[in-house]
């Protein structure tokens, strides 16, 4: 199954990296000096560590003859600047929310004024934005009751057993509902609460298909890759 991720992403820091020059960057990455500028991690979630993000970003930059030929990252549209983008963007994610998407359906669209057509809405600004809008009118603990009562209904509808004994995984799956529909919950909540920018994507779709904000990673500084 294919996760689904969401980050939450300082624009600001990312726009004075995309405006630094790559040998800059390979530089600072190789001298550990952007660490210090990173956003604080949020102790409730999974990001990317440092030394994994410098060691990817280097190794990049240094097998890329396309990348390293240029001044500026904003203004090269290769396949490769596109990664480097991606990679940037989560060196300046505060956190990371990940889960199968085949569950969004189950937590998102429920929330949304109309249904999800294909697991690609799940990508477009609008369908986080209804559903950023939605979550504020309710609680942490209420949304996921809903969810797991949701989730139980359409169990039954389908004539399957909601009994522990006769399904050892009912009450895992129903706790792993619980976890990730309350983690959504908050990572949604600190977006509204701070200037972070939401990044979306999903494993396997090339870097600029990413959307950061209300704009593909390949366009986002004006770019068309």
């Known amino acids: 199954m294919v996760d689904v991720m969401l980050h939450l992403v300082d624009r600001g820091l990312l726009d004075e990296i995309m405006s630094m020059k790559v040998e800059d ?19 409730r979630f999974h990001r990317d560590f440092d030394v994994d993000l410098e060691g990817e970003v280097l190794e990049l930059i240094d097998g890329s003859a396309d990348i390293g030929g240029v001044e500026q990252l904003s203004q090269a549209t290769d396949d490769a600047s596109m990664e480097l983008r991606l990679l940037l963007a989560k060196w300046c994610s505060s956190a990371q929310w990940r889960c199968w998407e085949a569950r969004l359906f189950l937590y998102v669209e429920p929330m949304l004024e109309s249904p999800v057509e294909d697991s690609d809405d799940f990508l477009l600004p609008g369908v986080w934005d209804q559903f950023s809008e ?18 139980m209904s359409r169990r039954e509808d389908m004539g399957e057993t909601m009994e522990p004994a006769e399904d050892p995984m ?56």
């Open 134 to 151: 939605a979550l504020s009118s309710t609680d942490r603990s209420s949304y996921s009751e809903s969810v797991v009562l949701d989730w």
């Open 25 to 43: 960057i390979s530089s600072a990455m190789e001298g550990s000096s952007l660490r210090a500028s990173r956003p604080e991690a949020d102790p």
């Open 170 to 225: 009912i009450l895992p799956t129903m706790e792993s509902h619980r976890t990730l529909s309350e983690s959504l919950f908050n990572i949604m909540e600190s977006l509204r609460r701070s200037e972070m920018e939401l990044m979306a994507g999903r494993e396997f779709l090339e870097a600029g298909g990413w959307m950061l904000g209300r704009a593909k990673l390949s366009e986002a500084w004006g770019s068309q890759g």
